[in-house]
């Protein structure tokens, strides 16, 4: 069956930095595009970055342009999402998505950001 499960999260300062990673298992990885999303408290789901199959594509929102990289690791069926100069607003539950079963959410990762 579909398994993701992310990690990585944590307590960070702003300005400082995080890696989550997402292991991915029950679906033909390499031939999915991913992405990873954000819910803040109290507010809606939010995509946050996108990555093509074999990663030459990606595309953010404006929010993290600049500031977060996705990227992937198909050998290891895993999706990454660094992020660097994080700010409170970063604050949120990150999960991630594989296009082919859009409808499945792990259980995600917490990263807050707060001095």
């Known amino acids: 069956q579909v398994q993701l499960v992310e990690s990585g999260g944590g307590l960070v300062q702003p300005g400082g930095s995080l890696r989550l990673s997402c292991a991915a298992s029950g679906f033909t990885f390499s031939s999915d595009r991913m992405s990873w999303y954000r819910q803040a408290p109290g507010k809606e789901r939010e995509l946050v970055a996108i990555?093509?199959?074999?990663?030459?594509?990606?595309s953010y929102v404006d929010s993290v342009k600049g500031r977060f990289t996705i990227s992937r690791d198909n050998a290891k069926n895993t999706v990454y999402l660094q992020m660097n100069s994080l700010k409170p607003e970063d604050t949120a539950v990150y999960y991630c998505?594989?296009?082919?079963?859009?409808?499945?959410w792990g259980q995600g990762t917490q990263v807050t950001v707060s001095s």
């Open positions: 990555i093509s199959s074999a990663g030459g594509f990606t």
């Open positions: 998505n594989a296009g082919a079963v859009p409808w499945y």
